[in-house]
Structure formats: C-alpha cells, structure tokens
C-alpha cells in the first residue's frame, strides 16, 4: 500500500485524534509534493521541504492523490463539525484543484455561521485558486472578526 492510500485510510478511518492529525499534515506534504512533481520532474524539486522521509521518498500516483482528496472531501462533507474541518481544508488548499470550489463554497457558507477557524483556512484554499477572498488587503490572520464578513461578501457575489 502506497503512502498516499495509508493517509487517506487513517482520514476514512478517523480511529484518533493523534493520527488523523497526522494524517492532515501529511495528506498537505502529499498534495504540495503533487503539485510540485507536476511542475517539473527535477527530483531535487523536493529538497529542503521538511517532509517526513516517506512523504519525500512517495512516488506520485494521480488514482492515489485523487482518493486521498475525496477522503478529507467525505471528512468535511459528511462531518462538517468534526475537529478537523479546518485541518482538512487547509489540506484541501494545498492542492490547487479548482473542481474543489463547490466543496469550499459549501463549507464556507456552512461554516461561517459556526466556525471562524475553518473559514479562515477555507478562505484560504479559495485565494490559492484564485479567487478574491480579501478585498483590498493581502490576508487576513486565523481570528480576524472581518474574515466571516468577507466570506459572506464572496459568497454573496458568487451567488449572483
């Protein structure tokens, strides 16, 4: 089994705190590595990132980078509440897949009646794909009270 499919187990899975977290970080390590293999074949590329071992020592498999988005997808669909939303959107940015914009959009109009933590880090996933997020300013910090106006302000020009 592939690291890809042993991070995207453990999200599925959900057994524990401590290796769902994990598992997070690692799916973001992936995703970045994804990217970033796409761009150029120079192995070299992925120096100096501080992975972990097997996340830079991982081959890229596009069948196994796919499940492992639509596992953090399912984590933050089907559980938008669970500790780890804002974790998995975060993730989820890291990947630069604008068929992703619905998902953030969902999350986004859900969450920003509930939890400022994960329409931050969507906020976020959203501006890496190129969407206006910010208005005027280059970003925004976690616990900014301005960030649930502005998602509401996306949302609503999204909408129409």
């Not at 974790?87 to 914009?101: C, E, F, P, V």
Request: with cysteine; net charge negative.
């Amino acid at each position: 089994m592939s690291m890809w499919d042993d991070v995207s187990n453990v999200v599925r899975a959900h057994v524990a705190h401590g290796p769902v977290d994990e598992a997070i970080l690692n799916a973001a390590f992936l995703f970045e590595k994804w990217v970033a293999g796409l761009l150029t074949a120079d192995p070299g590329a992925y120096e100096g990132r501080g992975w972990p071992a097997a996340v830079a020592e991982a081959a890229l498999d596009e069948a196994a980078c796919l499940r492992l988005r639509d596992s953090l997808v399912v984590l933050v669909t089907e559980r938008p509440d669970d500790l780890h939303c804002a974790s998995a959107y975060w993730a989820l940015g890291k990947l630069g897949d604008r068929r992703l914009l619905p998902v953030l959009r969902a999350g986004l109009e859900y969450h920003s009646e509930r939890a400022t933590g994960s329409v931050y880090q969507i906020m976020i996933a959203l501006r890496n794909l190129g969407e206006p997020m910010f208005g005027d300013r280059q970003s925004t910090s976690y616990d900014d009270p301005d960030n649930v106006a502005m998602a509401r302000a996306y949302l609503a020009r999204v909408a129409g």
